[in-house]
């Protein structure tokens, strides 16, 4: 299975084009865009329905810079537009789970409750895409300087009991484009013209 992922988009000509020369090289079989395509949520449904214009269907949990309910709604007038923020979505044989918002908390206890919810799935799940907005906490994602981490501590848990294929995420501009391997998990930052991946 192969799909391009992508985050902090913010609405960049530039990387809007890359994303379709790399749709266009690559057919991926959908999109996931992990937040914050907009400036300060400026143009949210304009950038929404160029979207459209990838002709994929496309996964979509919202930043820091969008409103959740204005994303879910706008995601809700189009087929190809995914809204999967606080979900649990089989996609094939893999496991996706999605988790979008968030800013500079370390905690985010409704994701707790999501995975509390859906413990014997993760369990029994042998390929696992963990998709968030924020980073998890003490990584390379999250890291604003030497001993300045600003990730998520519930979602580096996850990651440590669940030992995800994938972890996706964004939020940290400095993480552009990082990546590193905690134990089983690839934990990367796609950047705004996105990344093709295959599992």
Known sequence: MKFLAFVDFHHDP??????????????????ICAGDFTWFGEKTEEILESFILFDKPIYIIHGNHEEKKEVKEICEKYTNLIFAHNKIIYIKDTLFVFYGGGGFSEKEPNFNKLIKKHKEEIKNSKKIVLITHAPPKNTILDKLSEDYHVGVIDYKRFIKNYSPNLAISGHIHESYKKQEKYKETLLINPGGDGEIFEI
């Open 14 to 31: 530039s990387d809007f084009i890359s994303i379709k020369e790399k749709i266009k090289k690559h057919d991926p079989e959908f999109l």
